[in-house]
């Protein structure tokens, strides 16, 4: 592949990087998101980073500074996300069967928003669309169902469910990035749905089933208008659908034979992200030492254009792409958030695998003076039987019982 048709993403290089906790911790940074700016002269932004013993912790983006940590969660956080419009709203998801509502700007934790839904579900990926008004988030399978629950994120107030398109785990949730009533979810019964909420029930919602034939690890929307989905398999495959024509576009496999050519070794699949100067989906693939590779998605097969030295020796969990600045976080298994960007704002750093474990952690939130939780953000929160009117996400035939109580599961 031409090095000056990808000029743009092979000067990516390490700016910082940072170990949120010691090395004897073990501290996975599991899930990820930045916030978003559209005031150039507003604060610079933060790393939002849930992390292996279920809290949240925020650094800036550019230095990889501590700022602090919130701690609600009983258990996993399975994912993290900034608001859209209101980006100082960070909300977490988690298998404890709550979703929160953190307010970055107060200085004096307050409770949490808590978004709960029915008794049981433990809530496996989330989203907020892109007016910030609904919130929608998937759970593991419960007896024969597995939900898509929706709430007003005003009022807290469950709106209802759809329960009839996956037939196993939710594992994604993604609203798309301007269309606030279309949605795209995938999960382990290898489908991908995408609905269109503003209908009167599920099955008129559901505008089409695409099949991956594997576990659905990661979907996305993509090109310059959003109006593709990729899809990432927990077999190594990488699948590109017009989501308009339902049609497929770009198929691998198995993402590791199509690189041999490049004598590229890829172990795992991290995420994808489109490159709008390049008008380009780009894959990153690592190792179990944490060498990451950046692919470009052909008709034909994948190349590998750029490689990612010098900053992880683990796995590499998350990705954060922030296509206005060109900017790429990445955070793992090593517990390093590393920053990568063209022009990085001190000199471009590189450190070997001897230099990254006597890495000096600039301030692990543990010791650092972050804001303590409030025990009402500690307390689990009581699981609610919300009793949910019939609404544009209901279907017809009353599937969730009176009430919504333990009748939904038909135990």
């Excluded at 759970?139 to 196993?168: C, I, P, Q």
Aim: glycine fraction near 8%; hydrophobic fraction near 35%; proline fraction near 4%.
């Amino acid at each position: 592949m031409s090095s000056t048709l990808f000029a743009p993403i092979t000067k990516l290089h390490l700016s910082n990087v940072s170990s949120i906790a010691a090395p004897e911790k073990n501290l996975y940074v599991l899930e990820m998101d930045v916030q978003k700016r559209k005031n150039p002269n507003a604060p610079e932004p933060m790393i939002a980073a849930a992390c292996s013993d279920h809290s949240l912790r925020f650094f800036t983006r550019d230095k990889v500074n501590p700022i602090g940590s919130m701690i609600g969660h009983k258990s996993r956080i399975t994912g993290v996300k900034f608001g859209k419009k209101n980006p100082s709203l960070c909300f977490t998801s988690s298998l404890d069967g709550t979703i929160r509502c953190w307010d970055t700007r107060m200085k004096g934790l307050k409770p949490p928003q808590i978004f709960t839904g029915y008794e049981g579900c433990a809530f496996t990926s989330f989203d907020v669309n892109c007016d910030d008004d609904v919130l929608c988030a998937g759970t593991e399978l419960v007896e024969e169902d597995a939900y898509l629950m929706f709430w007003d994120v005003r009022s807290t107030n469950l709106l209802g469910a759809y329960k009839e398109s996956h037939s196993d785990d939710i594992t994604q949730v993604e609203f798309h990035p301007t269309k606030a009533d279309s949605l795209a979810t995938g999960s382990t019964d290898g489908l991908v749905c995408v609905f269109d909420i503003g209908k009167n029930n599920e099955q008129d919602a559901l505008v089409t089933t695409l099949n991956s034939e594997s576990t659905v690890q990661k979907i996305g929307w993509c090109g310059a208008n959003s109006e593709y989905l990729y899809c990432l398999t927990d077999v190594y495959s990488l699948i590109v659908w017009d989501a308009v024509e339902s049609s497929t576009l770009i198929k691998f496999t198995d993402v590791r034979e199509s690189l041999k050519e490049d004598d590229c070794k890829i172990d795992y699949l991290v995420d994808c992200f489109y490159h709008s100067s390049l008008k380009s989906l780009l894959i990153l693939g690592g190792t179990e030492a944490g060498e990451l590779s950046l692919l470009s998605a052909g008709r034909d097969r994948l190349h590998a254009i750029h490689s990612l030295p010098g900053a992880h020796t683990g796995i590499v969990r998350c990705l954060n792409w922030d296509s206005k600045n060109e900017v790429l976080v990445t955070g793992g298994e090593d517990s390093i958030l590393s920053v990568w960007r063209k022009s990085a704002l001190d000199n471009p750093i590189l450190m070997s695998e001897e230099e990254l474990e006597g890495l000096s952690i600039g301030k692990d939130s543990s010791s650092h003076k972050a804001t303590n939780p409030t025990q009402a953000a500690m307390d689990s929160p009581k699981m609610l039987k919300p009793r949910v009117t019939r609404s544009k996400f209901q279907r017809g035939r009353k599937p969730y019982g009176r009430g919504g109580g333990r009748g939904q599961f038909r135990r």
